[in-house]
């Protein structure tokens, strides 16, 4: 060794870097955390041990803070966790007041509204007396959240942040307020509590290890103490450690004080034997975490089945979803490459073999008693489905007829949710529901009485509620559904929901935006506010954020093909923006004709007679056994030019004219067909794609409404069998195609 050098003011190897350590490895993530933060976005670095997220974190506080931020470091650590709830939030603020220099009296403060629960009281806090005494932006990081995961409140806390994000579309005093969180932890892990909307608000940030490139910045240490053989030096402890940070730090620390006068190849795998590979080294830290993380866990074994396919070399691809992925990535053991999961380093490689995974495999009991209990299960499935053969339709058929001729509205909302919740029902009590009159379908929310029935009333809600138009009559249905719901996170849904509804219908569609995606952060699973969203952003004339949330509506519920359809197909804009990036929009695209010169039909025929008080309309009788459509009359929604008056006998006389056009508008027709007794309407696009096959039973006739959003049908004799609102019995009939709902508007006795 050329030079002696003072290894420790260089190479740090576990614990926290100073800001101008001269070891400190700048990787990309530097960059996009400090961009994020000083943009005021919320973002979190959850990753595994030793990974650089402290040091990471006090880079950023300082150099926010020389650009002006005003940069608070949160350790939860120093709270710790054998505290009551009410000493671990006023130690969280009695930090931040120190920090940021706040004069509040805190305990008085505290004390003086000891009559709200503690998460407003933080809240109110962070409103009343943080934003108030500091101007200017603010940033808190939050290092070490893992700390609280085991406490009994932290659902809570993770879910006040995600209240402060939220809470900028209507208060932008918070806009000035930004969350870092740092710690071993997955986002999943925030919130855990299932039936809780999950954390996810803000910008996860990838914190990887090493690459070459980052690590020269390590070299000049080596080559202070070993100018000559440097780059050979570094590049095995690279092989070994793959750009680990603890790892690769350790290995040249130690190197470098060794005082040894030179390093061969050998010499650092022996390094690495002694250090992480030994008996002596089964201790530790990093990898006794790794060790200790997946042999305490509860899915151990779905884990190590996972990590000894990646082991193997087999393909694993990325998924994010994955909640054993995750983990496993958490813990460590394995890094993404190429959107494939590899074994993280070869020391992991070497620490965790095959045999360590064999040693910790537990017994897989369950596939052993599994052979002796095939036959077992075999019997119990065939009784369970006989059961449920006997007795799904006989309960079925008892709650739909106790809906019927029960007018408790506690009786009423139990029977439709106990339908939702029997399989294959779901429509069933769907239009028991909109059988009802429009003021019944209010009076049944109205007059619930939600302390008795509040979990069927949820369920009955949350079934009904997305489906919901934005007109007056929904709407109406809408405050009528939150009344007894009021402190469940639906009900707040709901309302808010409903306010950008307001702003909406004001034309001010910059709040409508800003309060629908407040209301998509809490529920990200509703298509009725991304559609509601996507018409906002059409009147804004933003196509593209407008069919990207249309693209998320269908992911979410096919059934507003048809409406998104008929919005696509009134607006040149959007109609253009799709042909132009049909791979990027493929599920609404594919509603969208190609623009092929094409001809336009008109059609024009005649009916053969008038539903009166006479008995309704005749078809001529199909000779087939099985319900099969005659040759349909359709009706061709107002986005296109094509019409043709609905029969009652299907014969169509039609005079065809031609013309070309470049940019077929898509269309919406309205179908019907027979099964030699009566007559039902369904759904099918221009294209040929079929939309709903029984838009409605016992009907004929339709027509369009000018809007395109309604069907007028006359409603055969019979369809009073439906009962409810049906039991009034022929008559001419209005169903709105989106949610379904009906109403009579001429009545034939």
Known sequence: MSQQVEASDFYVAGGTLRYDSPSYVERPSDAELFNLARAGEFCYVLTARQMGKSSLMIRTARRLQEQGVHSVIIDLTKIGIEVTVEQWYLGLLSQLKRKLGL??????????????????????????????????????FMDEIDTTLNLAFSDDFFAAIRFVYNARATDSAFERLTFV??????????????????????????????????????????????????????????????????????????????????WTDHQVDELVEKLFLSKEARKETNLQFVRDSVESSPRRQQLLKLYRKIYKGKTVPE????????????????????????????????????????????????KRVAIGLIVLIVILLGVIGFSYYWQ??????????????????????????????????????????????????????????????????????????????????DNTLLQAMAYPLEGTLLATEIKQWLQAREFHAATEYEQAVGVYSAVIAQNDQNPGTYFDRGLAYVAMREPDKALADFEDVLKLDEARRNRILQVVANDPLLYET???????????????????????????STSTSTPTTTPSPTVTPISSPTPVPTTPAVVVGPTATPTRAPTNTPTVTSTPTTTPTSTPKPATIVYVQSNSQTHDIGLVASDGSLINPSLHRRAAAPAWSPDGQRVAFYGEPGINEFGGIYAQGSGVWVIEVQSGAVELIFQID
């Open 392 to 473: 799904g339709p006989r309960l079925a058929r008892f709650l739909i007829s106790d809906f019927k001729t029960n007018v408790d509205p506690n009786a009423r909302i139990t029977d439709l949710a106990r339908l939702y919740e029997l399989p294959g029902y779901g429509d069933d009590a769907r239009e028991l529901f909109y059988g009802l009159a429009p003021e019944e379908r209010l009076a049944l929310f109205e007059t619930v009485d939600p302390q008795a029935v509040q979990g069927h009333l949820i369920i009955v809600a949350k079934r009904l509620y997305t489906e919901l138009e934005n007109n007056e009559r």
């Open 319 to 366: 998924d994010k979803r994955s909640l054993d992925q995750n983990r496993i990535k958490l813990f460590g053991l394995v890094r993404v490459e190429d959107d494939v999961l590899k074994v993280r380093n070869e020391i992991y490689r070497r620490a965790f073999s095959l045999d360590w995974i064999k040693a910790n495999m537990p017994v897989d009991w369950a």
């Open 578 to 604: 799709i042909l132009a990036n049909k791979e990027k929009y493929l599920a609404v695209a594919a509603l969208v004709p190609s623009p092929t010169p094409t001809p336009t039909q008109t059609s024009t």
């Open 181 to 262: 969180l740092l710690g071993v932890a997955t986002p999943a892990d925030l919130i855990k509590d299932r039936s809780r909307t999950p954390f996810n608000i803000g910008q996860g940030i990838d914190l990887n290890d090493f690459s070459r490139a980052d690590a020269r910045a390590l070299q000049p240490g080596m080559r202070a103490a070993y100018p000559e053989e440097a780059r050979t030096i570094f590049e095995r402890i690279f092989y070994w450690t793959n750009g680990h940070p603890y790892l690769t730090q350790k290995l040249c620390l130690t190197v470098t004080e060794s005082g040894a006068e030179t």
């Open 103 to 140: 004069s509040v009296d805190l305990e008085a403060w505290w004390q003086e509204r000891r009559a709200l629960g503690h998460v407003q009281r933080f809240t109110d806090f962070l409103h009343d007396v943080l934003l108030k005494e500091i101007e200017g932006q603010i940033v808190i």
